[in-house]
């Protein structure tokens, strides 16, 4: 490489110094953690300065994990107070609290037969997946394969969509009941011949007790739509497909995979799938994925594993599965592969119960060693840059950018979502950060197809040409340098496919329009005629057919323009351009 002058190789070698520097530095500012059973969670800078702290109520102490989302809003679960089942990690209850302090959704799960636990993860959409005890009596469990007489907690997940202040709706869920196996008795339910062979299936005959599984960690992984969890009492990490509908959760077929609710991968305990080797995990909590900016492991499966260091203490261990696309590779009857860890962080300090670690963007990692009551952050090369004692033991913690705590949340709309060639519409954004006072805001919109561009918080757009248009605004808090964008689609068409006809003979109302989704036909026409009815879409595509219907429904249908051709019994044609939008 040669460089025209000694001022621009200085430059590139300072630029490659900081870098080197930056990746032994702190990364972020913020750290969110809630002591378990306590009424407050706390966000502390890296000088160890509380920047933020949430008071909750007695009754609604924090349960086994806590979260911030987008636009500030803490989700946590809660240890409800009056849960029918009693064990370790037991919540029933989940909230969702504003910056200031509101509850604005406070979902109880709760009863003599189900329970929440343990971890919440926040999904992309705004639902939460939720992990949930569910009860099994002797008989059901004998009827299911177990050769023990006994009451078993087996295990559902729950993605539950907020739908009011205590409520909410429960959009999938996957039972471990529907995908079990035994080798025991081929008169039984859920046989095999070999567990080995099978272990896509839960042996319902190992390490059987009444809190037989114990989830205890959540993740979910957008790009691949696949959820991960932690089995205490198995020593295992899972992942299933979250692509599937319910009723394909509940066998072995449909979604991406293919494999329905089956584990599409699991690692940590051979035994577990009637294999020897060895069992890495000793007592294992907070299965995530490590994020895929990671500069080291993206997209790597983690476990903190409590007691598998070095003379038992805690350690972060990180595996590299065998991606198949959205399976993964491996032989039958031989233990899912890697053989071992690709990275392990032993601690100096050791967490008998819950755990959890942070893989970091710059290559750093947090670690929370709960029962030690101790956070701290390591670079790659394991040495400590910051570290804060803590007075109660968190079950997790995690780090925040200043921006993602203090930045803008953008959003943009239009006025409507579709339009003819040629016309205007008029574009809205806004920019919100509940934490900051009177924050100065610049807004800069672009195209895709290229060719707009404003400064304005709200312009307004004509597009000249149809098609498939999305429009997107950065909005950039002048005083922090935090930016966030949101973007809006908007359907341009030509207009021009049917030209509307009217016959002073034939007049037709087509009310409403534009319509939401249903058109009533007028009474004066539809109580004089005989007719057949045609609606077409903007490309000609046939999408509804009748005869003397008075109304058209459009509801399935997407927003855009729709020509609706009517023929009379004198074989009149009566062409008529309908508007939906929702």
């Known amino acids: 490489m040669k460089f025209k002058n000694l001022s621009i190789l200085l430059i590139v070698i300072i630029s490659l110094f900081s870098m080197k520097q930056g990746n032994a530095q702190q990364w972020g500012l913020y750290t969110l953690y809630a002591p378990i059973n306590s009424t407050q969670t706390f966000l502390v800078d890296t000088n160890g300065t509380t920047y933020k702290t949430w008071t909750h109520s007695s009754s609604q102490k924090t349960g086994f994990s806590v979260y911030l989302i987008p636009g500030d809003t803490l989700i946590h679960p809660v240890a409800y107070p009056t849960t029918q089942l009693t064990g370790g990690g037991m919540t029933g209850e989940v909230q969702k609290v504003t910056w200031g302090g509101t509850v604005v959704w406070d979902y109880v799960y709760s009863s003599s037969t189900y329970c929440l636990h343990h971890d919440v993860c926040p999904m992309p959409n705004g639902n939460v997946l939720l992990t949930c005890y569910e009860v099994k009596s002797a008989a059901e469990a004998t009827a299911a394969g177990c050769s023990q007489s006994m009451t078993i907690w087996s295990e559902k ?114 035994a577990a799938i009637g294999l020897t080797g060895t069992t890495v995990f000793n007592v294992v909590h907070d299965a995530h994925w490590v994020q895929s900016d990671n500069p080291t492991y993206p997209n790597y499966l983690c476990g903190f594993n409590n007691g598998g260091g070095a003379g038992g203490k805690s350690c972060v261990d990180i595996i590299n599965p065998p991606y198949n696309g959205y399976l993964y590779s491996y032989t039958p009857g031989v233990v899912f592969p890697p053989t071992t860890y690709s990275y392990r962080h032993t601690s100096t300090y050791t967490a008998n119960s819950n755990g959890a670690s942070q893989q970091l963007p710059n290559g750093n990692q947090l670690v929370c060693i709960s029962t030690s009551n101790y956070i701290y952050e390591i670079n790659a090369a394991g040495t400590t840059l910051w570290s804060k004692s803590l007075t109660g033991a968190p079950a997790n913690a995690l780090r925040y950018s200043l921006c993602y705590v203090r930045g803008p949340v953008a959003n943009a709309t239009a006025s409507v979502g579709t339009i003819c060639a040629g016309s205007s519409l008029n574009l809205t954004s806004s920019g919100v950060s509940v934490t900051e006072t009177s924050p100065t805001y610049t807004y800069s919109w672009a195209s895709s197809p290229s060719g707009f561009t404003s400064t304005a918080q709200n312009p307004s757009v004509t597009p000249a040409t149809p098609g498939n248009y999305t429009y997107v605004v950065t909005i950039t808090n002048t005083t922090l340098g935090c930016w966030d964008t949101a973007t809006v689609k908007v359907v341009v068409n030509s207009c021009t496919a049917i030209e509307e006809t009217s016959n002073s003979l034939e007049e037709l109302n087509l009310f409403p329009n534009p319509t939401t989704g249903i058109i009533t036909i007028g009474e004066d026409f539809t109580n004089s005629h005989n007719y057949e009815i045609i609606v077409c879409n903007a490309m000609g595509k046939i999408i509804f057919q009748g005869r003397n219907s008075k109304t058209i429904d459009l509801s399935a249908c997407s927003e855009g323009i729709y020509y609706v051709a009517i023929k009379t019994e004198n074989s009149n044609i009566i062409n008529k351009k309908v508007i939906l939008i929702k």
């Open 157 to 270: 997940l729950m993605e539950v969509h907020p739908t009011g202040a205590t409520t909410g709706t429960v959009v999938w869920e996957w039972h471990l009941w529907n995908h079990l196996c035994q080798n025991s008795n081929s008169g039984l339910p859920n046989y095999v011949s070999s567990i080995s062979q099978n272990p896509q299936l839960m042996n319902i005959n190992y390490n059987t007790a009444k809190d037989w599984i114990h989830m205890n960690g959540i993740d979910y992984n957008k790009t691949l739509d696949q959820i991960t969890f932690s089995s205490r009492t198995m020593n295992e990490i899972y992942v299933i497909d979250h692509s599937t509908t319910t009723a394909q959760a509940a066998g072995h077929t449909g979604g991406n995979s293919g494999k329905g609710g089956d584990f599409l991968y699991r690692w940590g305990n051979p």
